[in-house]
C-alpha cells in the first residue's frame, strides 16, 4: 500500500527533471539589443532557455548577456554583427556555427525603418538589405544547424509587420543599387512583404526537401504588433503598445507557434495576396539567390 504513493512521487520527479531538460532550448535571436528582440529574449532567458543573441553595439550586447544570466538564461552568447553588410552576416554565421551544432528556434527579428534612402554596405536598399536579404542569406547558412535540432518542433520565425505593402513593386526597382526614390515607409512596407514571402515560400522548399531533417522544420512569421520601440517611434510616432507587452514573438517560439502550420502568417491581419502567387514567390526567391549568393537548391 506505501510503495504506490512512493511511485507516483517518483514518477513526478523524474518527468519534472525530464521537462527542465526538454525545456532548455537553443535559441538565436538576431537584434537583441532592444526593442521586441530583446523583450522577447527577457521572455525565454527567464524560461531557463539557452541564448544566443545578436546586437551591432559590444558595450549593449554584454549588458544584455549578464541581465539575461540574471533572469534565468542557461547559457547565454553574444554575436555582434552590423547586417547591413552581407560580409558581416557569413562571419556571424560562422562565429554561430563554432559555438553550437544545433539551433532549435532561429529568431529573424532585426529589422530598421530609415525615414531618408541609404544604402547598404553592397549598395543596396539599406531597408531591403537588411529586412529581407540578411535574413534570407543568415537563414541560408544557419539551415543545417536548425535541421540538427532535437527539438520536436524546430522553428524559423521571421518578423513581417501589419504595415506589409499589398504587392511589391518590380524586382528591379528592389534590388536597385544606384539611386533609391521610394519613400522610406514605402521600402519598409515592401521589406516586411519581403519577410512574408520569405517565410512562406522556405516553407514550401524544406516541406519538399527529400530530408527529414529539413522536412520538420517549422517556418512562421507574424506581425509583433504595434508596440512603442525606437523605430515606431521615428516612423509612426508612440501610437502602440508598450515593450513589455510585445509577447508575439515570444508565441511563436512557444507553445502557441508549435501548434502553427508551416508557412503560415499570424497576429496582425491576413498578408498580401502576392505570398499566394507561386510565380511572384518563385521569381522573388531567384533574385534574392542571386544577390546574396547563396542557394537553397541543395536544400
Ligand atoms: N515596433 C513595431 O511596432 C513593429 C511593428 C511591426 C514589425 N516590427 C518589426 O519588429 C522587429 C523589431 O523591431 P523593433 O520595433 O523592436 O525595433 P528596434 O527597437 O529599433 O530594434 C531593432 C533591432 O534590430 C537591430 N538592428 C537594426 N539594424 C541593424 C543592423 N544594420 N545591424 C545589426 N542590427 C541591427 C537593432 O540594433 P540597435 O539596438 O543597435 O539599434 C535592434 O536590436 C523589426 O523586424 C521590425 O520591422 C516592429
Ligand atoms: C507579456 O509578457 C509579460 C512578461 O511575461 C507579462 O507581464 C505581460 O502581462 C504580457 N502581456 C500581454 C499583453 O500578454
Redesign the pocket.
Known amino acids: 500500500m506505501k510503495i504506490l504513493p512512493l511511485l507516483v512521487a517518483s514518477t513526478l520527479l523524474f518527468s519534472l527533471l525530464d521537462m527542465s531538460s526538454a525545456l532548455a532550448r537553443t535559441i538565436l535571436i538576431?537584434?537583441?539589443?532592444?526593442?521586441?528582440?530583446?523583450?522577447t529574449a527577457k521572455k525565454l532567458a527567464a524560461d531557463g532557455n539557452i541564448l544566443l543573441v545578436?546586437?551591432?553595439?559590444p558595450n549593449?550586447g554584454a549588458d544584455l548577456v549578464q541581465d539575461l544570466k540574471t533572469r534565468g538564461a542557461k547559457e547565454v552568447y553574444y554575436f555582434n554583427?552590423?547586417?547591413?553588410?552581407l560580409d558581416?552576416v557569413h562571419v556571424l554565421a560562422k562565429e554561430v556555427s563554432e559555438t553550437t551544432e544545433a539551433i532549435d528556434v532561429l529568431i529573424?527579428?532585426?529589422?530598421?525603418?530609415d525615414p531618408t534612402p541609404a544604402h547598404?554596405v553592397q549598395g543596396y536598399d539599406?531597408t531591403w538589405?537588411?529586412?529581407v536579404m540578411?535574413p534570407f542569406l543568415l537563414t541560408r547558412k544557419l539551415l543545417p544547424l536548425v535541421a540538427n535540432s532535437k527539438d520536436d518542433c524546430p522553428r524559423i520565425i521571421t518578423?513581417?509587420?501589419?504595415?506589409q505593402s499589398s504587392s511589391l513593386p518590380p524586382l528591379e526597382e528592389l534590388f536597385e543599387t544606384n539611386e533609391i526614390a521610394k519613400s522610406g515607409h514605402r521600402a519598409?512596407s515592401d521589406?516586411?512583404l519581403g519577410?512574408l514571402m520569405f517565410t512562406v515560400q522556405l516553407a514550401k522548399i524544406l516541406m519538399k526537401s527529400a530530408d527529414e531533417k529539413y522536412q520538420k522544420i517549422k517556418c512562421l512569421t507574424m506581425?509583433?504588433?504595434?508596440?512603442?520601440?525606437?523605430?515606431?517611434l521615428?516612423g509612426?510616432g508612440a501610437c502602440?503598445?508598450d515593450?513589455r507587452d510585445?509577447n508575439n514573438?515570444y508565441k511563436l517560439a512557444t507553445e502557441y507557434g508549435a501548434k502553427q502550420e508551416s508557412g503560415t502568417y499570424h497576429f496582425?491581419g491576413r498578408g498580401s495576396s502576392d505570398a499566394k502567387s507561386d510565380d511572384k514567390l518563385n521569381s522573388l526567391w531567384k533574385a534574392l539567390e542571386t544577390h546574396t549568393g547563396c542557394t537553397y537548391d541543395d536544400i
Open positions: 538576431t537584434g537583441a539589443t532592444d526593442g521586441i528582440g530583446q523583450h545578436h546586437g551591432r553595439r549593449v554583427a552590423d547586417l547591413s553588410d558581416q529573424n527579428n532585426a529589422g530598421v525603418f547598404s539599406m538589405a537588411v529586412n540578411t518578423t513581417s509587420s501589419i504595415s519598409y521589406s516586411k519577410d506581425d509583433p504588433g504595434t508596440v512603442n520601440t525606437k523605430m515606431l521615428a509612426w502602440g503598445i515593450v510585445a514573438t496582425g
